[in-house]
């Protein structure tokens, strides 16, 4: 299997939100899913169609073999800055109504003052999952290495990551990437890789 790793694109949506909703999909569906018409899997492909921010397509990387996305990963720095924030806030608003919105955005601070924002030293790996068919294939891997030389480009010193704790699979497999526990927040493990 021959496998591509590009940016992503905004047709990618229906194949990329299943795979980023799996990524933490008690989490996002905390957070998006309270509305029986508007889902967390809409708001995620409403949002990856935007492009811009902590969804969109434009921060995000895709692993493809033979047109099936089987990959995705993103990442933040400290220099995303207010643009970043605000095409976040801006696919939130364009989503949900007036008062949704200020409940999803209620939630979300509630899980985000559980979380700690990378330094200025660092690169944050978010939403990295796999689809079954591509699983044991190395695409894990190779979305990380994507991310470190990422990282080397940015001139990051490490890598970092949250991953809740009952997350067996994923801990199993960062560990397998040579990241180690930095701190336990609130339900998630802070893991951090020196570039």
Known sequence: MDIKIRQGEASDAAQT??????????????????????????YLTHAWEHGGGQYGFKNHWVAEADSTILG?????????????????LDSITSYFTL?????????NQTVAVNLTPPTTSELMIGHLSVAEAGKRRGIGSALVDLMKMRAEQLKKRKLVLDV????????RFYQ?????????????????RDV
């Open 99 to 107: 008062d949704e919105a200020m409940n999803v955005l209620m939630r």
């Open 176 to 192: 397998s990437q040579n990241f180690t526990e930095a701190s336990i927040n609130k339900g998630f493990i802070r893991f951090e």
């Open 72 to 88: 995705v990963v993103t990442a933040w720095h400290s220099k995303l800055g207010a643009a970043f924030d605000r095409a976040t």
């Open 17 to 42: 939100a299943p795979l980023i909703l799996s990524a933490a999909e008690s989490l996002l569906t905390s957070v998006f899913g309270h509305n029986k018409d508007k889902t967390a899997l809409g």
């Open 164 to 171: 809740e704790v009952t997350n067996i699979q994923g801990i």
